[in-house]
Nanobody, 126 residues
Framework: QVQLVESGGGLVQAGGSLRLSCAASGRIFSTGIMGWFRQAPGKEREFVAGIGWLGGTTYYADSVKGRFTISRDNAKNTVYLQMNSLKPEDTAVYYC???????????????????WGQGTQVTVSS
């Protein structure tokens, strides 16, 4: 069973920065993918960023390109999401997600991820 544990959420003013972390249990992602999704109140969950574990290929939603950076630490089985220039519309619960298989066709879709964390709240005040 895969477990994902997120940390790093909180309250920040607009223009500020936060870094989210997601630690995955087990040595399971040598050829897989990890990513971040978010869900704001009253809205559907949406893709934010993803990274292929082996080659480091990255994917970003248009709304966060140039502001957010996803990275990984293979030795620690951990993925990070550095969020800069935060806006009030970035307020949401952020979920870490992972899959043992990397398929570029579904890297930006929920169907490309079998495992999910519990979520961490990010609130950006104006």
């Amino acid at each position: 069973q895969v477990q994902l544990v997120e940390s790093g959420g909180g309250l920040v003013q607009a223009g500020g920065s936060l870094r989210l972390s997601c630690a995955a249990s087990g040595r399971i992602f040598s050829t897989g993918i990890m990513g971040w999704f978010r869900q704001a109140p009253g809205k559907e969950r949406e893709f934010v960023a993803g990274i292929g574990w082996l080659g480091g290929t990255t994917y970003y939603a248009d709304s966060v390109k140039g502001r957010f950076t996803i990275s990984r630490d293979n030795a620690k089985n951990t993925v990070y999401l550095q969020m800069n220039s935060l806006k009030p519309e970035d307020t949401a619960v952020y979920y870490c997600a992972a899959d043992r298989n990397f398929r570029s066709s579904s890297a930006m879709s929920q169907r490309g991820y079998a495992y999910w964390g519990q979520g961490t709240q990010v609130t950006v005040s104006s």
